[in-house]
Each structure stands twice: as C-alpha cells, then as structure tokens.
C-alpha cells in the first residue's frame, strides 16, 4: 500500500523500565511473526508513576500514574500503538483511545519473594512483627486480616529496585509482587510462595498486557486486534466492569478472581477496609459461548469498558460486562460504598 501501514515503520510506545520493555518486546514479537513485512520500531519514555519514587502510589491521587505521557505520545501521532500493563490502565479511557488487544494472561496471583536469610519460609512461618513490604493497599488489606503477627509497610521502584531494597538491606524480611511480572523478568526462581484465592484475591486486569491504540486508527486496529485472546478478554471485561461501577482506583482496595470453565464465566469480587478487618466478598457467574456472528456496521467498534474486541462474540463480552456490574451492585446492596469512602479517606489522611 502506498501509504498504508505497510510502507512504513510502527511506532511502539512503551516505559522504559526493564519489565516494561519486556512485555512490549513480546507484544513486537507476536506481531513481527504475525506481519512479517512490517518495520516495528519501539520508543522508551518515562512515565509520572516512574519519576515520583518517594510517595505511596495510592497517595499520588493520580489514576494514569504510569499511562498519561505514553497517551500523550499516541495522540500526538508519535507513536501508533502502546504496550501496558492491564491493571495500570485506568477503567475510563480517555476519549480517543481504546485497547485494541489484551493478550494471553499470564498467573495473575501475588507472590511472596523473601530476604535471602528467610529462604524456605512462608507468610505464616515468619517470626512476629516482621516486615513486610508492598506498594498495594488490596495486598495489605487481604494478608494483615489473614496474617495479623506480619506488618506491612510501603515499598516502591520497579521490580529491580524492589528486590534490591529487600535483598541488600534488613528492612523487610520478604516483599510481595505480582507474579506475571517475577516471570516475565525471569526471575521465577525468586518467587517463595505463589499466593491463591484463598490468600490474596488479585487486582483487576492482573497478569494481561493491553495494546491501547486510536480508536479511529482502524488500520492499527485491526492489525493489533490479531493478539486478542478471547478468554483473557471477557475475564478482563468482567473485572473492569466491576472495578468501573465501584468506582475503585488504586486509592482503594479491590480485588477479583475469575475463571472461564465450559462456557461459564466466575466472578469473584472483594472490598477490603484498609486493615482488612471489614470486608465484603460474593461470586456470581454467567454464561459466555455465544457464536460469533458477523457484526460489521456500525457496531463494529462496541468498546466494552474501554476494550474494543471485533473477534470476540458482542454478545460474550456484553455478559461479562454485565455479570461485572451486577456483582458490583450486589456489593453496594451491602454496604460495599461506606467500606470504600472510609478506605478512601484514611488513605487520603
């Protein structure tokens, strides 16, 4: 094409941090196999949330911490398409924007990494008042409740900082991170307990890296909507419709837990007090195999909370939309919305 997207080179934004660029040289890779006529050349910004390493994320108050310059870039046409993590994006989009691609999930649960002198224990063989470092209000609020003798402090950087801090000094006996992220780094040797749902529910979007693109940029669109895996879709659909109709941030702590199992779609949601002492958790589920049916028109491009997905069912992903706002709403019914104000005014204290 003359001046389609083939005859030029795609610009791929993207953070600059080590784990960051990780996870968009995956995404150019899947692409490179996929289009192997295409140039990809990827550009490294630094982002708000990486420059501000001295305060509590949850009290920066900023929602796109680690998203707004790489936004700034795609409106600016500096770049064409841009490489996140899911559960950095924020469940409203700005207007202009849309995630054209969730790729396959990596294990979206927590882990426990431990300082060298503690190799071989776990959460609950650590001695009384150790420390504990974590940078999420969801993670502090789950294991202070289920781990009252541990004490939980702020920890923040990027993944190698963190085990850096943890590793070279005695300030914290272990530190707690997101699976996907220890594993995509290669450093899944690090990890000395893997969390479970009956430990530490996860943060919506966990484990999926999101392509955001211009929604009007239909070339790229449909060029990036190649990466979609549909399971990861409608989990995510269902945890962000969730998280959007709670009005949750990363002020306050929400945590999720699907699973996509013969065409059912599970949903576990939880609202946590800061100390984890009050706390709402209810699952409900819905049906999710429905034929893909060609939906060309002016339907094509249905966002579902923010994600635009043509070779997913519409109607799959309007269930999980669905199931994540009734759950919501059934949280609400009991009280989820006082739990969530207070959350959110000690953390803003």
Not at 24 to 52: C, N, Q, W
Not at 224 to 232: I, M, R
Not at 317 to 326: K, S, T, Y
Request: hydrophobic share 40%; glycine share 8%; proline share 4%.
């Amino acid at each position: 094409g003359e001046n389609g997207v083939d005859s030029r080179a795609i610009r791929v934004g993207t953070r600059r941090s080590q784990l960051a660029r990780i996870q968009t040289d995956s995404v150019v890779t899947m692409l490179r196999e996929l289009y192997p006529d295409l140039h990809f050349e990827i550009v490294a910004m630094s982002t708000t949330g990486d420059k501000i390493l001295d305060t509590a994320l949850s009290k920066i108050g900023e929602k796109s911490l680690f998203t707004k310059e790489l936004e700034n870039a795609l409106e600016r046409n500096e770049v064409d398409l841009v490489v996140h993590s899911l559960k950095d994006l924020p469940t409203c989009l700005p207007p202009g924007f849309t995630i054209g691609a969730v790729c396959k999930r990596e294990n979206p649960f927590d882990a426990v990494v431990f300082h060298p002198k503690k190799c071989g224990k776990t959460l609950s063989l650590l001695p009384e008042k150790s420390v504990i470092g974590t940078s999420s209000l969801r993670r502090a609020a789950q294991l202070k409740k289920k781990f009252p003798h541990l004490e939980f402090r702020d920890i923040r950087g990027n993944l190698n900082t963190r085990l850096k801090k943890l590793d070279e000094k005695e300030d914290f006996s272990a530190i707690i991170l997101a699976a996907a992220g220890l594993k995509r780094m290669g450093w899944e040797n690090r990890i000395g307990q893997l969390l479970g749902p009956e430990d530490c529910l996860y943060a919506v979007g966990q484990g999926a890296l999101a392509v955001e693109v211009r929604a009007k940029d239909q070339e790229i669109l449909n060029m990036v909507s190649a990466l979609h895996d549909a399971d990861t879709v409608l989990c995510c659909i269902a945890e962000r419709a969730f998280m959007k109709r709670l009005e949750g941030g990363c002020s306050v702590p929400v945590a999720v837990n699907t699973l996509l199992k013969d065409g059912q779609l599970y949903l576990t949601g939880a609202v946590y007090s800061l100390d984890g002492s009050d706390s709402l958790k209810e699952t409900m589920q819905t049906g999710v195999s429905y034929p893909h049916q060609n939906e060309d028109g002016p339907n094509d491009d249905v966002q579902h909370v923010g994600i635009t997905a043509k070779n997913v069912p519409g109607q799959a992903q309007e269930a999980a939309e669905n199931l994540g706002v009734e759950l919501a709403s059934l949280l609400l019914s009991k009280g989820a919305k006082h739990i969530l104000s207070v959350a959110r005014q000690l953390n803003d204290a």
